[in-house]
């Protein structure tokens, strides 16, 4: 059960995360969410961290998607800005876009990493989908409130999974 919602890693920051790593675990593609794990869910204008983080992801060919539960207007925006591909009004953690963000890469599960903030959507969904899964710390503190609930949720299952798996965070892969 506990399992479902375990990440494979716990990172700071995605930005860290480096062509060299994703191919040394075996990895060509990332699915990543958009609200507090690139940018603050409150922040409209994509950042240089954002582009420059995709842009070297893709020169060295590792497949880069934003798979978030936002509205369209909201992820085109921050999308458009820095070129990477998106798939909007996913509903994670459902299975239906997961595997039609797989589709449109050309990904198998098992060379893809999930990245997000959510245990509830992102973690949840990644590891129904058997992807490798990243949760990273909120870029910021608060949240938009249809993400209270699942915050309170998330505190619960974090509390555990601290106590029988003794999870860290890391700042690099
Ligand atoms: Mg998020």
Do not use: C
């Amino acid at each position: 059960m506990l399992k479902q919602f375990s990440p494979d890693r716990m990172l700071n920051s995605p930005f860290g995360i480096t062509a060299e790593h994703v191919r040394s675990l075996g990895k060509t593609t990332i699915l990543t969410d958009l609200d507090n794990t690139l940018l603050a869910w409150d922040e409209m204008d994509a950042t240089h961290e954002i582009m420059n983080w995709f842009t070297l992801l893709e020169a060295e060919g590792i497949k880069v998607m934003i798979l978030s539960n936002n509205s369209e207007e909201r992820v085109d925006r921050v999308a458009r800005a820095t070129r990477i591909p998106y798939l909007a009004k996913a509903k994670k953690p459902l299975s239906k876009n997961f595997k039609k963000a797989l589709r449109e890469l050309d990904s198998a599960p098992e060379e893809t990493i999930m990245i997000g903030d959510q245990i509830m959507t992102d973690i949840l969904g990644g590891n129904r989908q058997k992807l490798m899964t990243i949760f990273v710390r909120p870029v910021k503190e608060t949240d938009g409130l249809a993400t209270k609930f699942n915050r309170f949720m998330e505190r619960i299952i974090l509390k555990r999974l601290a106590k029988k798996q003794k999870m860290e965070w890391e700042d690099s892969l």
